[in-house]
């Protein structure tokens, strides 16, 4: 059966200060039918901007260029006409904003926008719509669902809004949610009820989510698979008990040698050492290779090939399989 969501080489460019600039460089992944896949990467690697892609909601006046294949169920949604992604978003494809305010307007009311999603894509109105908006509010959880029909967003506490957001999303029944840090915002338990929500409801509707994150705990918790980026570049593909059990490019394995530890000794944390790299001025070679502890002369200059180790897939040089004679 054709893959759900097959990315291949993905590139984005966008105009910055009248230059073009890659923010997401030929990334490649599948998303499976009921899976969760996870990208996973320090601030400003690409991750949003990955999302947005597969979106195609880039603002106009920044977008330079998209390249590469989205094809959902074998459609290349890259090739598709602006009415048929309208379509699509909401219905097919649907995301959670990592900005809580972002995808619900503050001037309107919470029933009306929802409302209006549904009159949008079914041509549901009235009695039917708002029945279906409090049965959305219910399953995520919000209490009194009737009674915040008529809230606006900001009456709603953080935890509240992030459910409205995910209630949204969700509304259509899409087969791909997209959620952007659906949970930095929000506090330690909150943040677990949002995690367990949106696992019963992809159990429920049998959705694949594509979880945008920094956080090694949530990729734990939630994902079957992971992406890791570093600087525009998906460098590490793994299941994600392999990435847990062994993570291979140096920078994963900073990225977990970078998390807290329980319990035991207080030890310092091991960061990795120095920054992400400027966007518009990134190292030549392996992207990492500044920060890298194991650098060698080919990972400065030259595109790092992807080499295959077990069932994971790995940029990076020390897995080169040496040739026997
Ligand atoms: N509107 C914009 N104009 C110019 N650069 C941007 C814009 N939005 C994001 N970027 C840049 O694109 C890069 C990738 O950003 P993003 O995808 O948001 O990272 P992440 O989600 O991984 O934190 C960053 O370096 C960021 O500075
Ligand atoms: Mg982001």
């Not at 999302?51 to 949604?77: D, F, H, R, W, Y």
């Not at 929802?114 to 399953?139: F, K, T």
């Not at 594509?210 to 890791?228: N, Q, R, S």
């Not at 990435?243 to 291979?248: A, C, G, K, V």
């Amino acid at each position: 059966m054709v893959s759900l969501l097959k990315v291949k080489d993905l590139t984005t460019r966008l105009n910055v200060r009248g230059r073009q600039v890659k923010v997401v460089d030929q990334a490649s992944f599948t998303l499976e039918r009921g899976k969760t896949l996870a990208l996973v990467g320090e601030s400003g690697c690409g991750k949003s901007m990955t999302a947005l892609t597969l979106m195609q909601l880039i603002p106009k006046e920044i977008l330079g260029s998209i390249e590469g294949e989205v094809l959902l169920e074998g459609e290349n949604l890259l090739k598709a006409s602006t009415q048929r992604l309208r379509l699509m978003r909401g219905s097919t494809l649907s995301m959670i904003f990592q900005n809580p305010g972002a995808s619900l307007n503050p001037v309107y009311t919470i029933g009306d926008q929802m409302r209006e999603v549904l009159y949008i894509h079914e041509g549901i109105e009235e009695e039917e719509a708002s029945h279906r908006v409090v049965n959305a509010l219910e399953e995520v959880g919000i209490p009194s669902p009737k009674a915040r029909l008529d809230c606006y967003p900001h009456q709603l506490s953080g935890g509240m809004l992030q459910r409205a957001m995910i209630a949204m999303a969700l509304l259509l029944k899409p087969k791909i949610l997209i959620a952007d840090e659906p949970t930095t915002a929000l506090d330690v338990t909150v943040q677990a009820q949002v995690l367990d929500l949106m696992r019963s409801l992809q159990k429920e509707f049998g959705m694949a989510i594509l979880l945008i994150t920094h956080d090694m705990g949530v990729v734990a918790e939630m994902a079957d698979d992971v992406m890791v980026m570093y600087a525009t570049q998906g460098i590490e593909h793994a299941t994600s008990a392999a990435l847990f059990d062994q993570p291979l490019h140096p920078y994963t394995q900073g990225l977990f040698a970078a998390r807290p530890r329980r319990g035991g000794v207080k030890k310092r944390f091991e960061a990795i050492k120095g920054f992400v790299p400027e966007i518009d001025n990134l190292p030549t070679g392996c992207h990492f290779h500044p920060r890298c502890p194991h650098k060698m002369d080919k990972c400065v200059h030259g595109a790092v090939p992807s080499f295959v180790q077990d069932k994971s897939s790995v940029n990076c040089w020390l897995y080169e399989p040496t040739r026997k004679l």
